[in-house]
């Protein structure tokens, strides 16, 4: 028995509408104004329409095979107080290269706008980005780790989003104790593995013959990781001796000199390598009379230009910045304007990077000995 489609012509002449714009509606393009979106869509419903899934197939073919020319710009915002740190920061610059090499594969401009870091900033700054994005014509923007929650609580119904990092905004209360509550994004996200990341480091270094694995991490970062690195950690403790398992250490700071807590931690532990996320760490150990990796190993999270030297994790800063702007024209090419449900995240996870830091990998002499 034949199955007769329901054709876009159909759906246009009950709603009294251009076969355009019937087409546009299906596709929530935001030239349609919502109402007429909504009132398309629901006649559609009831007709049974259903897209032809071939034709669908060969229209994105034939958009793929086109060469590239631009299509449209994405938006970059900058709330940092200094607007070049995007440029100048080894940690942060691939986020940024990333973005870019990606948009210009893609067709499209990334135009960064620097709107400045004035921390008493109200949801009023964010409806006049939210305009100067509308008055560009611009229907996708990046959230790259922002400082401010006010951008990250705004709907943006009119605009496509994804952030870089997790931008759970965090309540109240210290972090780790029962007061500190967290509130889940619902944009689309690229962010770091943080737990095949830690994981990663850690069984690397119980391979290169250490056992007493520390780990010092500051608690900032344990709340923009949302504790996964923190949970890594402890799933590998559970599957070492307990005699082997030493404590995480939580610092607040890293830069106001090598503190107590250190010291007593180091004596009453006695860790033969140390995963940490901060070089400084590697200061306080010479300070002591410890050599590395002689005395302690050393691994770092966040292998970056600046600690080129140091053994541990290149977190891949780049492909983040490309994943996000590869959710955004996902979406635009479905013209889904607005905060999809459920967003989609994706976790880029880091790669290992040999330096000098830790005791090099046996040789295939030594393992056979």
């Known amino acids: 028995m034949k199955i007769q489609r ?60 086109r060469p590239t020319a631009m299509q449209s710009t994405i938006a970059w915002i900058n709330d940092y107080p200094n607007p070049t740190c995007w440029q100048e920061f080894p940690w942060l610059r691939g986020y940024l290269h990333g973005a870019r090499e990606r948009c210009e594969a893609r067709g499209f401009r990334l135009e960064e706008i620097s709107i400045g870091g004035n921390a008493n900033a109200s949801g009023a700054e964010v409806v006049r980005v939210a305009e100067i994005l509308r008055q560009k014509g611009i229907f996708g923007a990046v959230l790259p780790l922002m400082l401010h929650q006010q951008f990250l609580l705004e709907e943006w119904s009119a605009c496509v989003i994804a952030l870089i990092g997790s931008g759970n905004i965090v309540g109240p209360g210290p972090a780790l104790s029962p007061a500190s509550r967290y509130y889940p994004q619902g944009f689309p996200i690229a962010d770091r593995d943080f737990h095949f990341n830690f994981r990663l480091a850690f069984q690397t270094v119980l391979q290169r013959g250490y056992q007493r694995v520390g780990f010092i991490y500051s608690r ?53 390598a140390i995963i940490s996320i901060n070089p400084v760490v590697r200061e306080w150990l010479q300070e002591t009379g410890r050599s590395v990796p002689g005395d302690c190993g050393l691994v770092n999270l966040n292998v970056v230009d600046d600690v080129e030297n140091w053994s541990g994790i290149h977190e891949n800063h780049a492909q983040i910045g490309a994943a996000a702007v590869d959710l955004i024209i996902a979406q635009l090419s479905r013209n889904e304007i607005g905060v999809p449900k459920p967003p989609c995240k994706v976790l880029i996870p880091g790669e290992w990077h040999e330096g000098g830091t830790l005791r090099p990998p046996a040789s295939a002499a030594d393992e056979r000995h």
Request: proline share 8%; glycine share 4%; with cysteine.
């Open 220 to 272: 900032y970062l344990e709340r923009e990781s949302e504790g996964r690195s923190h949970a890594a950690f402890l799933v590998e403790q559970a599957q070492i001796p307990e005699p082997h398992r030493v404590p995480v250490l939580f610092l607040e700071r890293f830069k106001e000199g090598r503190p107590q807590a250190f010291d007593r931690w180091m004596d009453a532990c006695r860790p033969d």
């Open 6 to 65: 329901i054709s876009l012509d159909h759906i246009a002449k009950l709603a009294g509408v251009h076969k355009a714009t019937v087409s546009r509606a299906l596709r929530n393009h935001p030239t349609i104004p919502v109402g007429t979106r909504e009132r398309i869509q629901a006649i559609a419903k009831r007709e049974g329409y259903r897209p032809n899934p071939l034709v669908a197939m060969y229209q994105a073919q034939a958009r793929a095979s």
